[in-house]
């Protein structure tokens, strides 16, 4: 079962310029986590914000999460080409464990 | 770091036929498994739990007759897709969960995934 929605669906931006994608979800959680897929390919494992954390940062990638609204946003600063791929949010739902995606979000950076 | 080797990374099969795909943890023991399905320009959907030694939890919708989840070591869960259609076609990931005692603080590592055609 899918548990969150992603949005935008699809975002297209400048090389260098700042992308932010937003993330909602429904049940409670252990943590969410953010991922990256190239097309067709693997998962990228890009950064986990516990439940009780409100940001994160990991070099040009900041998280933040507000439990209360049961969403979180993920920026990523002065995007470059290579970060062209789909971004996907996923939360660790508590007691069950299992690892459950957002819709996604498709990023195109044009150089 | 932790590892998890899944196999094939690409199958094309016949329709009628079945096919396995394995996904084995390789420096750990992972009581727990996750099987995801990927359709093109979607999201990953959760199909099913895998536990050591015991049966498979299934989502909603996915059919256990057809997804058959065997993880009979706590390094190896196969999925079967059985008598497969071209609508199984799709792109199937699985996940490995580690011990808490590892103290990573992600615990889920992703197989590399398998993409399935059904012609």
């Known amino acids: 079962s899918q548990q969150g929605e992603e949005d935008p669906q699809a975002l297209s931006i400048q090389e260098g310029e700042n992308a932010t994608m937003n993330c909602s979800y429904k049940?409670?959680?252990?943590?969410l986590q953010w991922y990256r897929q190239n097309s067709g390919r693997g998962l990228v494992h890009l950064i986990l914000?516990?439940?009780?954390?409100r940001e994160k940062h990991s070099g040009r990638l900041r998280v933040t999460l507000d439990t209360s609204k049961k969403s979180s946003s993920l920026l990523i600063t002065a995007s470059r080409a290579a970060d062209t791929a789909s971004y996907f949010c996923a939360t660790a739902v508590y007691s069950s464990y299992k690892l459950i995606f957002g819709s996604g979000t498709r990023l195109l950076v044009r150089p | 770091g932790a590892v998890v080797s899944q196999h094939p990374s690409r199958v094309i099969c016949k329709s009628g036929t079945s096919v396995k795909i394995e996904c084995r943890s390789l420096?750990?023991?992972?009581?727990?498994m996750f099987w995801y399905r990927q359709f093109p320009k979607q999201s990953l959907m959760l199909m099913a739990t895998s536990n050591e030694g015991s049966k498979a939890t299934y989502e909603q919708g996915v059919e256990k007759d057809k997804f058959l989840i065997n993880h009979a070591s706590l390094t190896l869960s196969t999925l079967t897709v059985t008598s497969a259609h071209p609508e199984d076609s799709s792109f199937y990931i699985c996940s490995a969960l580690e011990p808490r005692d590892r103290g990573r603080e992600n615990g889920y590592t992703f197989g590399s995934g398998t993409r399935l055609t059904v012609v």
């Open positions: 914000i516990r439940s009780n954390e």
């Open positions: 049940t409670s959680i252990n943590n």
């Open positions: 420096d750990f023991q992972a009581t727990t």
